[in-house]
């Protein structure tokens, strides 16, 4: 098997001792059989719980067939992390459509989201979840708890660890929530347990909480690359660090550019490298990009069962003339596909050879036959361009491990995402770096992308920001970034810069700029008196 995070030694029976009501929105005490003393009374029991704390963000509430509800009324569609992300994040954008008419999906394309979207409500209550459950594994974690338990020596120290990132975890879903909410109810270790409705905090506010716990536990993570695979290390939290910057002035108000460069150059100075072939980097043995690959999601085909994740992308991208085998695959979906406009980011194909169409720069991982770039109606699979990025195949070929679940992981960081980070900070005036060097980061990009060939290298004055913004859409697309790229950019919803079915026209148009920020959800707003909603909704 190749996994090891922690062996994901989950269990049903590990219970927080403090968790979110969905029905009062209040802080709880469980009444369950197996109490937090037992979960946490062995040095065992702590890496159960940290196990749970990571697999939260690869496993659903729901392992029944798709489509079917779980115990709170929602399926895998709506409570799988990554997959609710992607939605978020993706859909909206010039990058995807989606011929499905599940209840909130078309609005998010379509940029006529309402408060009550039942995909933002499953990634809004999906990130408090994870923060709740990495509240309670902190608090069970203070040297006072653990020495209570006779837990000392090494097993003291792992804890020690599995505490910081446990910090880090919650730190990256705030900014999650930063990011597509501005504004969600606050809760850490320090909020008491009883009948506490959770105060709201501000987008301001968060960011500089985000900011400030990252740096606090900087030293106390384990070093770049020397951690166990899958779990975070010093190299993760300045890549956030890093991302949190170069969007700080959408946050703040305030640009941090030079901070986003600091960052940066601590994560490319800690030795990661790009890996030789852009093609490998979803794949089923993508566990072994450890040279750049920064932090993953992890999934298992035989172990990680649900229609979340990247079974989600493996399955979802694939229909009409695409053959399953070649994904990996038992049978696709027949559901995400992108528009003209990340088509035209690259150079034209010359075939329809797969998986680069002939296509020079081979990030061009697209299906062409039987589909069409014009998309008039899209609830048609065969309208639009397929994406072939994902596929539950090693890089020698073989099939994953399971034909209906993705042994795909889902890298969140990777050292190009910090590269274009740089250059981007640098161009808008950080200090701390060069114009030069961010070039040579941006060819070493691009020279990969062109099979190790310099035919697609820029020169310094094609390095500019629109450059830029067209790079990361080559580079980062379907990962997970639009959204928030063009908000920063200030295109997101501006007429000026439209797309197919923006807005919900064919042809594209502007859009209110309230919706660069999602609604705070109806139903949270219902029980907890203390939110108040965002503008314009």
Known sequence: MKKNLIKITLTIGIVTSALMSCDKNKILTPNYEVTSQQVYSTALGYTQAMAKVYGAFALTGNQGPAGSPDIAGIDEGTSDFFRLLWYAQELPTDEAVIAWGDPGVPDLHQMSWSSSNVILL?????????ITLANEFIIQSTPAMVASRHITGTAATTIAQYAAEARFLRAYQYSVLMDLFAKPPFVTETTPIGSVIPPQTTRTALFSYVESELKAIDPLMVAPMKN???????????TLLSRIYLNAQVYTGTARWTDAITYANKVINAGYSLIPNYDNLFLADNNLNTSENIFSIEYDGNNIQGYGGTTFMTHAQVGGTMPSTSFGIAGGWAGIRTTSALINLFPANTSTTFPNNGNPDTRAEFW???????ISDVTNFAQGIAVTKWRNVTSTG???????????DEPIMRLPEVYLTYAEAVLNGGTGGSATQALTYINNIRTRAYAGSTA???????LTLPFILAERGRELYWEGFRRTDLIRFGLFTSASYVWPFKGGVAGGTGVPAYLNIYPIPDQDRAVNPNLTQNPGY
């Open 228 to 238: 166990q695979y899958g779990r975070a290390d010093e190299a993760a939290v300045w």
């Open 122 to 130: 499953g990634v809004y209550e999906r990130c408090m979840y994870q």
């Open 456 to 462: 697609g290298n820029i020169v310094a004055g094609q």
């Open 398 to 408: 073989a099939p994953g491990s399971n034909l209906n679940y993705s042994d795909v």
């Open 368 to 374: 062409t036959q039987g589909q069409s770039v014009a």
